[in-house]
């Protein structure tokens, strides 16, 4: 243990990625190419700002939410003209700067495999709630020990898709990487969930 603040340690890895040449915008790259600059974002265990960060330089009105305060002080101290926001996923009803509705929702990182167990389908619920008609749920992670902090994934991609369809979302485009390589199987994926454009929440 480095006796770091995780988000502290987690800034300076990805800070070192990137002083070597590694591409560490990715996941913002991905979610670019989906909605026209200023679009608004949320970015769901935003961890230390990385991803909503470099949204906000490429036109993109966006907001982070994260429960770990470490991680949201490295965030506040990159960008404090950005909207931060220290919350529980499972429990977003009430909780002021992060309603909506947005065009992307984006959780990166293998935010959804590391939920606290039994809260999944809440969380996709309070996730799709706050999506625009026509807005995307965009998540990538792992499915397998090697791509995950984890011993083995706690679930697989036919239960998520049953989650978010429950929540009210369409499967819209699965890929390998968030280089849009395509899936066909293996242990990470990027998935595009969309809400649909008729909006099921408006009664008529």
Request: one cysteine or more; charged letters at 20%.
């Amino acid at each position: 243990m480095s006796g770091k603040p995780a988000g502290r340690a987690y800034a300076e890895r990805f800070a070192a990625l990137a002083a070597s040449g590694v591409d560490v915008h990715g996941e913002a790259s991905f979610c670019a190419a989906l909605v026209p600059p200023g679009a608004s974002v949320l970015d769901a265990g935003c961890g230390t700002g990385r991803v909503a960060i470099r949204l906000a330089e490429l036109g993109f009105r966006c907001v982070g939410v994260d429960s770990d305060a470490s991680m949201l002080e490295q965030a506040r101290d990159a960008a404090p003209e950005m909207t931060w926001v220290l919350a529980d996923l499972a429990a977003l009803d009430g909780v002021e700067g992060v309603n909506g509705p947005y065009d992307v929702i984006v959780a990166a990182g293998n935010v959804i495999p590391l939920l606290a167990a039994g809260t999944e389908p809440a969380v996709l619920r309070g996730l799709a709630a706050r999506l625009a008609p026509g807005g995307r749920l965009v998540a990538g992670f792992g499915l397998d020990a090697a791509h995950l902090p984890l011993p083995a994934a706690p679930f697989g991609l036919e239960q998520y898709d049953a989650w978010c369809t429950a929540a009210g979302l369409e499967l819209d485009s699965r890929y390998a990487t968030w280089d849009r390589l395509a899936y066909e199987g293996g242990g990470y994926a990027v998935s595009v969930h969309r809400f649909p454009t008729l909006d099921p929440r408006v009664r008529r």
